[in-house]
């Protein structure tokens, strides 16, 4: 098992420019999150997908968008990237329908918005 | 008031010596709590998580949890330098499916 991965590992983007950050799981998780993580400020939820299907914001979804293509993919798009989106952001997945169960992490992505 | 608080530190201990590591939340209805081990470079992977109230051990980890006073710590007994990570605390919230990240605390062992 892969686990959670993460597409691309790294990519540097002019302002203005958009991407997708792409993250598959193969442990059949219900839910699937996105964090960014910047330097003192720890991991921060950017949306979340609790169930196939639904998404929701979390603590800081601005300049973002993401889609719950399926049960195993959850992508994160830039639609105009910006200075301040300039961070390390990394995939979870989770059985969360149990409160007890872990989330566990990609390797990231290191953006980088000149 | 953040929801999850930590230190940041750095705690350097010295090799050998138990590192001691907390963190508040503001939940009360909170659930369940989780230690991540995060090092420089790389993703957050699990260290323990807790669930009720008192101690759980796994190996030189041990968590402790504290429901009335809202206060989760992990101790780390005879920390090696390879310990030497940031420790990010994680809880989950009460019917939610969010886990709450604190900044997490940078542990230094010194051999």
């Known amino acids: 098992n892969a686990g959670v991965t993460q597409t691309p590992k790294f990519q540097v983007l002019k302002t203005g420019q958009s991407m997708t950050l792409q993250c598959a799981q193969d442990m059949n998780h219900n839910s699937m999150y996105w964090y960014r993580q910047d330097p003192g400020m720890g991991l921060r939820l950017i949306y979340y997908?609790?169930?196939?299907?639904?998404?929701d914001k979390g603590e800081v979804p601005n300049g973002y968008n993401v889609s719950r293509l399926n049960k195993r993919e959850f992508s994160l798009r830039l639609e105009s990237a910006a200075p301040s989106q300039t961070s390390v952001y990394f995939c979870?997945?989770?059985?969360?329908?149990?409160?007890?169960?872990?989330?566990?992490f990609g390797p990231g992505t290191r953006l980088t918005v000149l | 008031q953040k929801e999850v608080e930590q230190n940041s530190g750095p705690l350097s201990v010295p090799e050998g010596a138990i590192a001691s590591l907390n963190c508040t939340y503001s939940d009360r209805g909170s659930q369940s709590f989780f230690w991540y081990r995060q090092y420089s470079g790389k993703s957050p992977e699990l260290i323990m998580s807790i669930y009720s109230n008192g101690d759980k051990e796994d190996g030189r980890f041990t968590a402790q949890l504290n429901k009335a006073s809202q206060y989760v710590s992990l101790l780390i007994r005879d920390s090696q330098p390879s310990d030497s990570a940031t420790y990010l605390c994680?809880?989950?919230?009460?019917?939610?499916?969010?886990?709450?990240f604190g900044t997490g605390t940078r542990l230094k062992v010194l051999a």
């Open positions: 994680a809880v989950r919230g009460s019917g939610t499916y969010k886990y709450i």
């Open positions: 979870a997945s989770s059985e969360s329908r149990l409160a007890h169960n872990e989330q566990f």
């Open positions: 997908s609790a169930s196939e299907g639904t998404t």
